[in-house]
């Protein structure tokens, strides 16, 4: 099979190539910014083999790593094949394609391109085609060398854990390894942010310095690592931080989440709106419509919510323009777990009856009448040890066995990778949006980490 010279994608502005090394490795040859006139240091393997092989450059871990059954964890990817398709008007896919030298195993490095945007998507797919199980340590989304000899600078993002919501942290790199990790399992509450901004040669500002800015596009735990060794070569990895490795079994397949990454040769500026622009057309559903003005019953009556006050809440807020009117926390749970606080009736989604006697028969025709959509408050994959569903199921439940229950919020988390507890979840929705049509909005909150 003659080998192709070099493999390219491109959008309006940045063009990568790579092009196929000795024993057939894939190796980031260039990327350019602002039309060829900036280069980046961004160069070198992408799936370096494993044992590491001396003489072919920095020891570096690559976005993969497995295990066998017999503990085996060697790894040498060799170029299969490459397609470039057409998705859209104006979005391009590239797919190259690597096969282990020994084993039945195929990764699949995916480059999805927006070109008119200058923004990319970037994800790895493992494909398991031997006979035996295999567990997976890493499978990051996105892994690259750079030359670090002029410096790298690194901009990060706090949480909101204690109120550094939007703080950034800016620092060159230096040797060694740079982590940041979250560890919360499916919100980034008390980690870092996961994204970042790299400035090549001086800290980027607004309008000069060329510049990375990358978003891991996951919810659950992420990790990021940059590791800048004695010969001024970075390697940053980015993706999933994994409490424990899958296992994918015979036949099946993992893939990473997606990154999203664009390049500016001119500054942090255009690079953000780029990144904005492309979430208004292809992240968020309708991302260019304006959104309704809402007022939230949390801010004016907390757990105490009842008809009455509901009633007289959405006739003050029509009166003074707002659009959608959002019953939040306490519309649910009977008896002794009556939803009043936060230490009960999460899991019961039954409208409590001395609150709502009529459920949403009265409100729904009164927010009609008043011009006013309505929208309602779930928390389906989070339980209440003083509820009905935990009594009866305490086997859904993430724990330890044996252990106490770890409460935030007062609340533990549904096993939501259960089937039963999936169905449960869809019921829960499902009952009240599909008896109430007219429910415009669904807040969807989440308010514990998983412990």
């Known amino acids: 099979m003659a080998l192709p010279e070099t493999i390219r994608i491109a959008s309006a502005e940045t063009e990568i190539i790579y092009r196929i090394g000795e024993d057939r490795e894939l190796i980031l040859q260039s990327l350019t910014s602002d039309n060829g006139r900036w280069v980046s240091p961004l160069e070198g393997p992408v799936f370096p083999s494993i044992p590491y092989r001396p003489g072919k450059g920095p020891k570096c871990l690559g ?76 499978l990051d989304s996105m892994n690259f060398r750079a030359n670090a000899e002029d410096g790298i600078y690194l901009e990060w993002f706090e949480s909101d854990e204690y109120n550094t919501a939007g703080v950034s942290i800016r620092e060159k790199l230096n040797r060694g390894i740079r982590l940041l990790e979250s560890r919360d399992g499916n919100r980034h509450k008390s980690g870092p942010i996961p994204a970042f901004i790299l400035g090549f040669g001086e800290e980027p500002a607004e ?179 003083e509820s009905k569903l935990f009594a009866a199921h305490p086997d859904w439940i993430l724990r330890n066995p044996g252990r106490d229950l770890e409460l935030e919020r007062g609340q533990v988390v549904l096993d939501v990778a259960n089937p039963d507890v999936q169905e449960h979840m869809f019921q829960a929705v499902h009952q009240v949006l599909a008896k109430y049509p007219r429910i415009r909005f669904v807040k969807w909150d989440c308010n514990a980490s998983i412990n």
């Open 63 to 138: 976005p993969l790593s497995i295990v066998t059954p017999d503990g085996s964890t060697g790894l040498e990817l060799r170029y299969a094949s490459h397609a470039l398709k057409q998705v859209a008007s104006s979005i391009e896919c590239l797919t190259i394609t690597m096969q282990d030298a020994l084993l039945p195993l195929e990764v699949e490095l995916h480059i999805q391109v927006y070109k008119e945007l200058d923004v990319f998507e970037q994800w790895v797919v493992l494909k398991n085609g031997s006979a035996d199980p295999l567990r997976v340590p890493r």
């Open 207 to 385: 309008d000069s310095v060329p510049c990375m800015i990358a978003s891991l596009e996951w919810i659950g735990s992420a990790r990021f690592s940059f590791d800048l060794n004695n010969k001024e070569i970075l390697e940053a990895s980015m993706g999933v931080d994994q409490p424990l490795p899958p296992v994918v079994q015979a036949g099946e397949s993992i893939c990473s989440p997606r990154m999203t990454f664009t390049f500016s040769a001119k500054g942090k500026g255009p690079a953000s709106r780029r990144l904005h622009d492309w979430c208004r057309q292809h992240l968020l559903p309708g991302g260019d419509r304006l959104r309704l003005v809402d007022n939230n019953s949390w801010e004016g009556c907390s757990f105490n919510v009842d008809e009455a006050s509901v009633l007289q809440m959405m006739k003050d807020s029509a009166e003074i323009g707002i659009e959608l009117y959002v019953l939040d926390d306490g519309w649910f749970g009977n008896g002794h777990a009556a939803r009043t606080g936060d230490h009960a009736g999460l899991g019961d989604w039954e409208f409590n009856q001395e609150r709502f006697p009529q459920e949403l028969d009265n409100i729904m025709p009164a927010a009609n009448q008043l011009g006013i959509a309505f929208g309602i408050w779930f928390e389906p994959e989070m339980v209440n040890p």
